[in-house]
């Protein structure tokens, strides 16, 4: 058990749905990030929250959207996503984002748009 | 510019055996972090061992320990005695404390024989 727990575990949409993935943390952390990680690449980042401020955006095109309400939850909201978009998605949550603080991730999403 | 590097696709260990991982970085920001995490089948992604910039001697984290050479900007990823259980994919990380993003290599798929 990590802290951190995402919903849901696995995911298969369409094309033309809307879906949104959770991830909640009660470890006190301030941080919260959205990752991908697509098979043979290295994990990328998609969005960074800092005490529910987002501070960063990682050229993530529009069809993804989060959305962080307290500091203890992090939503994406997908739509109209492309076969592309197919990946896990990790959420991760660290106290604050200075250097020697680590994340700690959930066990993430497996998304499949058909 | 690719930051973390993992030039180690795939890995292969006898039990019971140490094996290192490697990871090289680049940064130019003097203060940072270096992390090594452990994501087995299932997903998740589990926090190993962390390195400071600063820090003058090397981690080590139970079986885990960290060879660091600041000057050749190097973090290898150092387990002793190795277990079934260890065959997973292992990700270098760094956390710069200019901007905090934290950016993963390539990861290391390592198998462990019995």
């Known amino acids: 058990e990590t802290g951190v727990t995402q919903t849901p575990r696995h995911l298969v949409m369409g094309m033309t749905n809307k879906k949104s993935l959770k991830c909640e943390q009660h470890?006190?952390?301030?941080?919260m990030y959205w990752y991908k990680q697509s098979a043979k690449k290295p994990l990328e980042l998609m969005f960074v929250?800092?005490?529910?401020?987002?501070?960063e955006n990682n050229s993530v095109p529009s069809r993804f959207s989060p959305e962080c309400p307290n500091s203890s939850h992090l939503f994406l909201h997908l739509h109209t996503l492309q076969p592309e978009d197919s990946a896990l998605y990790l959420c991760?949550?660290?106290?604050?984002?200075?250097?020697?603080?680590?994340?700690?991730f959930g066990q993430g999403t497996r998304l499949t748009v058909v | 510019a690719q930051k973390i590097t993992q030039t180690q696709p795939g890995m292969f260990v006898q039990e019971k055996e140490a094996v290192t991982l490697d990871c090289t970085y680049d940064?130019?920001?003097?203060?940072?972090?270096l992390f090594w995490y452990k994501q087995p089948s299932s997903g998740e992604m589990i926090f190993l061992i962390y390195?400071?910039?600063?820090?003058?001697q090397n981690a080590t984290e139970g079986r885990y320990s960290l060879n660091f050479q600041k000057a050749r900007k190097s973090a290898n990823l150092v387990i002793s005695a190795s277990q079934l259980g260890d065959s997973a994919m292992y990700f270098c990380?760094?956390?710069?404390?200019?901007?905090?993003?934290?950016?993963f290599g390539q990861g290391t798929i390592l198998t462990v024989h019995p």
């Open positions: 991760a949550s660290s106290r604050d984002r200075v250097g020697n603080t680590e994340a700690f």
């Open positions: 470890l006190g952390h301030n941080a």
């Open positions: 929250y800092n005490f529910k401020e987002q501070t």
């Open positions: 940064t130019s920001d003097p203060s940072y972090g």
């Open positions: 390195q400071g910039s600063y820090d003058q």
């Open positions: 990380a760094m956390r710069e404390a200019r901007g905090g993003k934290l950016t």
